[in-house]
């Protein structure tokens, strides 16, 4: 059973940061990609970014291209999100989310199978 738990979310200022975390845990993690995403209120749910398994190629949305990063530590079964000069509208839920085979990078949520419950992202103006 794959699960998934993110931290690091909160209320911050616009132009300010904040790094997310996903712990992940059922199975081998260095085997696989994973993804973040957000969904704002009314909205749906929008691709952030993913990182391959070894953390050798990474993709990201347009509106977060050049202001956020997503990275991985294999050993600790970890992937992070490092969000810079936020805007208000990042504010959403964020999730990290795993997909179910090894090998590909989806960058859609349709390509993702596990997900985490969330973690909440407000930027004040």
């Known amino acids: 059973q794959v699960q998934l738990v993110e931290s690091g979310g909160g209320l911050v200022q616009a132009g300010g940061s904040l790094r997310l975390s996903c712990a992940a845990s059922?199975?081998?993690?260095?085997?696989?990609?994973m993804g973040w995403f957000r969904q704002a209120p009314g909205k749906e749910r929008e691709f952030v970014a993913a990182?391959?398994?070894?953390?050798?190629?990474?993709y990201y949305g347009d509106s977060v291209k050049g202001r956020f990063t997503i990275s991985r530590d294999n050993a600790m079964n970890t992937v992070y999100l490092q969000m810079n000069s936020l805007k208000p509208e990042d504010t959403a839920v964020y999730y990290c989310?795993?997909?179910?085979?090894?090998?590909?990078?989806?960058?859609?949520?349709?390509?993702?199978?596990?997900w985490g419950q969330g973690t909440q992202v407000t930027v004040s103006s």
């Open positions: 989310a795993a997909p179910a085979y090894s090998m590909i990078v989806p960058t859609t949520k349709g390509g993702y199978m596990y």
């Open positions: 990182i391959s398994w070894s953390g050798g190629s990474t």
């Open positions: 059922g199975r081998t993690f260095s085997d696989y990609a």
